[in-house]
């Protein structure tokens, strides 16, 4: 009887001491630890270490190996496993990928649209359950949708309700290390203020201090003198024609 070999697209592997150093001269030293489950002890990585031979002797070897393929610092590396044929010839076997240190196995594409279809059909699945779930039968009537708005409201409500899920805390390290990282290299430019208009005179303090403001309250029962009653408008003369 076969024993059935575990799914690598469920496995995951990092070490603890190497993840505060990490960085693209030493990641292909982190991915060949032998404790690493995706590493191939067979391969030419393997050979060129233990004969203490120079990283580009591997492309004078045939064989599997391993290569640092992408990179985007600080958090994210891109490794790939290929069979060498000749110095200018490769096959590519398999990629892995690390993030903050936690080693993955990328999925093929058949396991890509595996995973896609198997979601499509829970999700129609789901509405036609959904769906069924509001046919009603009558012997008169025959099949009839009850359509509540009540029903849909609160399930709405309840969607609407229901709480996110928080981030963690490495993902706040990491999303404020990044933005660190973005904020160094592209500084917020503060706009300058705009300058005083030279035609506005500021009134110094010292000239503010002697200026006095007298104001005249004149009172209401003061009789008006003779000169300064009104006048009735002058009569009009009818012209002589």
């Given at each position: 009887?076969?024993?059935t070999?575990?799914?690598?697209?469920?496995?995951?592997?990092?070490?603890?001491?190497?993840?505060?150093?990490?960085?693209p001269?030493?990641?292909?030293?982190?991915?060949?630890?032998?404790?690493?489950?995706?590493?191939?002890?067979?391969?030419?990585?393997?050979?060129?270490?233990?004969?203490?031979?120079?990283?580009?002797?591997?492309?004078?070897?045939?064989?599997?190996?391993?290569?640092?393929?992408?990179?985007?610092?600080?958090?994210?590396?891109?490794?790939?496993?290929?069979?060498?044929?000749?110095?200018?010839?490769?096959?590519?076997?398999?990629?892995?990928?690390?993030?903050?240190?936690?080693?993955?196995?990328?999925?093929?594409?058949?396991?890509?649209?595996?995973?896609?279809?198997?979601?499509?059909?829970?999700?129609?699945?789901?509405?036609?359950d959904?769906?069924?779930?509001?046919?009603?039968?009558?012997?008169?009537?025959?099949?009839?949708?009850?359509?509540?708005?009540?029903?849909?409201?609160?399930?709405?409500?309840?969607?609407?309700?229901?709480?996110?899920?928080?981030?963690?805390?490495?993902?706040?390290?990491?999303?404020?290390?990044?933005?660190?990282?973005l904020?160094?290299k592209?500084?917020?430019?503060?706009?300058?203020?705009?300058?005083?208009?030279?035609?506005i005179?500021?009134?110094?303090?010292?000239v503010?201090?002697?200026?006095?403001?007298?104001?005249?309250?004149?009172?209401?029962?003061?009789?008006?003198?003779?000169?300064?009653?009104?006048?009735?408008?002058?009569?009009?003369?009818?012209?002589?024609?």
């Amino acid at each position: 009887m076969t024993e059935t070999k575990e799914n690598p697209l469920g496995l995951s592997w990092h070490d603890s001491a190497w993840i505060p150093i990490l960085n693209p001269s030493n990641i292909l030293d982190y991915f060949c630890e032998r404790n690493n489950p995706f590493f191939d002890r067979t391969c030419n990585n393997e050979s060129i270490k233990m004969q203490r031979l120079a990283p580009e002797q591997l492309t004078n070897m045939t064989g599997p190996e391993y290569i640092l393929l992408h990179v985007q610092e600080p958090i994210l590396y891109v490794i790939r496993k290929q069979h060498r044929h000749s110095p200018t010839q490769a096959t590519p076997l398999a990629d892995y990928y690390i993030i903050a240190g936690v080693i993955y196995q990328a999925p093929d594409l058949g396991s890509v649209l595996n995973s896609r279809l198997l979601s499509t059909i829970h999700h129609l699945q789901s509405a036609f359950d959904e769906t069924v779930s509001y046919s009603r039968y009558h012997p008169s009537k025959g099949y009839t949708w009850d359509l509540k708005e009540k029903n849909l409201k609160d399930k709405m409500a309840k969607k609407e309700n229901a709480k996110e899920e928080p981030s963690s805390l490495f993902q706040r390290q990491r999303v404020d290390m990044l933005l660190t990282e973005l904020t160094r290299k592209f500084p917020i430019k503060v706009p300058s203020m705009p300058a005083v208009d030279a035609k506005i005179n500021p009134v110094p303090e010292d000239v503010k201090s002697d200026i006095r403001v007298d104001v005249k309250i004149e009172k209401p029962d003061t009789p008006l003198s003779q000169n300064t009653r009104m006048k009735p408008p002058p009569e009009k003369k009818a012209r002589l024609a």
